[in-house]
């Protein structure tokens, strides 16, 4: 009886899987993973603790690059924009490269004290797990395949990247992947995202992030008192805007993440600014939240004359897109997703699909086959000065990143 085309490519995906975690070079790679792990902690505090604000990044991508040149990659590089490259080469220059990325920006704006710090066996510090533990997977992956010089067919390119967070809006990886050399030569890519084994996101989660900006002719609180007020004219949209309709399904978020303005007690601010976030997988969903938005704003803003009682300016109001991420979704019959499942039926792993705003979102966006998967170990507090890592267990998420890459990338033997 003939098998269905799809059952008998995961079966032969599965027997690949075996074939390669047989290996001796490659199990001495995954050795590598649990008898190393003092030094890959080591690693992950000394690199969480350089600072690595959005687009200032320059710091963090230069140590990383120098880590690239002691594992002996090679073409080892910072592009244009401060992402980190280095490939470690295939035996067939002709097949496409395998990327593997992981972000090097942080949320933390600079000056933010990261308090990195090992507590027992628990890491600590902004930063430390999201990214701290997707870096050390890149470093841990170069280390442990030049260790146990496992030969792959295609190379494999290492990516530190810029701009994953906040309003960095994947600009490392939409350099990469639009208009930087390597796009022509990268197949298939794996991020590696923070913590954990129990995920893999398929589905790229969009957004769309907006500044609002409201302007007035500002003065003193006693003797200008009457001039429009922008604070609490953007209270006004905020409050309206807060009662816009969020279904649960599709799910759709909407946040006012920062709100700034005015200078001091007495005087009547001349603007007031905001900034949301609107994220979901139903671009349609994201277009209605967006139109709402819109409407709040120019509804609170006209309650306001035109013009000020003295005649002078009024208020005015300003929306700027300031982040723009593409919602994708990956093939279910993709050649990575059979590897990536197989790989976790081989560990053993548990992993439910997930839908995530992720570097992934780019190639998935293009039609690229992608992941984005955690590096093992697990954490907590992301975004938050409060983060912590713990590294128990970290090898089996480093044996699975090994298995799938190494798969991707064809180990001959
Ligand atoms: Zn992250």
Not at 150 to 175: P, Q, T, W, Y
Not at 203 to 219: H, K, M, Y
Not at 267 to 291: F, K, L, N
């Amino acid at each position: 009886m003939a098998l269905p085309a799809s059952i008998s490519a995961s079966t032969a995906v599965q027997q690949e899987i075996a074939r390669l975690a047989s290996l001796r070079d490659v199990h001495a790679a995954m050795e590598w993973f649990r008898c190393h792990e003092p030094e890959l902690r080591d690693w992950q505090l000394q690199v969480a603790a350089i600072p690595a604000p959005p687009f200032g990044e320059g710091p963090r991508a230069e140590r990383l690059r120098s880590r690239f040149v002691e594992l002996e990659l090679q073409e080892v590089q910072v592009d244009a924009v401060g992402n980190v490259l280095g490939v470690r080469p295939g035996s067939d220059p002709e097949e496409k490269l395998v990327a593997v990325s992981a972000h090097i920006d942080t949320v933390f704006a600079a000056g933010t004290p990261l308090n990195v710090r090992r507590e027992g066996d628990r890491l600590y510090g902004a930063g430390i797990s999201d990214n701290g533990a997707g870096i050390v997977g890149l470093l841990a992956l170069a280390s442990a395949l030049a260790s146990a010089k496992v030969r792959h067919s295609a190379g494999l390119l290492f990516i530190g990247n810029v701009g994953e967070e906040g309003e960095g809006d994947l600009r490392g990886m939409r350099h990469i992947f639009c208009e930087s050399p390597w796009k022509d030569r990268i197949g298939p890519t794996v991020v590696l995202d923070g913590a954990a084994t129990d995920t893999v996101v398929t589905q790229a989660l969009g957004s769309r992030r907006f500044e609002v900006t409201i302007q007035g002719p500002g003065g003193h609180s006693w003797s200008d008192f009457g001039a429009p007020n922008p604070i609490v004219a953007l209270s006004r949209a905020i409050a309206r805007f807060s009662r816009t309709e969020l279904p649960v399904e599709p799910k759709i978020s909407a946040n006012v993440g920062v709100i700034s303005g005015g200078t001091s007690v007495n005087s009547i601010p001349e603007s007031a600014s905001m900034r949301v976030d609107i994220r979901s997988a139903s671009q349609q969903e994201m277009e209605r939240v967006e139109r709402a938005l819109r409407e709040a704003v120019a509804e609170a803003a006209s309650e306001y004359p035109k013009r000020a009682r003295n005649g002078g300016k009024g208020i005015s109001c300003e929306i700027q897109l300031i982040g723009c991420r593409p919602a994708a979704e990956l093939d279910p019959n993709a050649r990575i997703l059979q590897v990536i499942r197989a790989v976790d039926a081989h560990l053993g792993n548990r992993a439910r699909p997930h839908r995530a705003s992720t570097d992934a979102n780019i190639p998935l966006s293009l039609g690229r086959e992608a992941i984005s998967i955690g590096a093992g170990g697990s954490g907590g507090g992301a975004h938050t000065l409060q983060e912590w890592y713990d590294p128990a267990g970290r090898d089996l998420g480093l044996k699975r990143v090994l298995l799938a890459v190494l798969a991707l990338a064809c180990v001959q033997k």
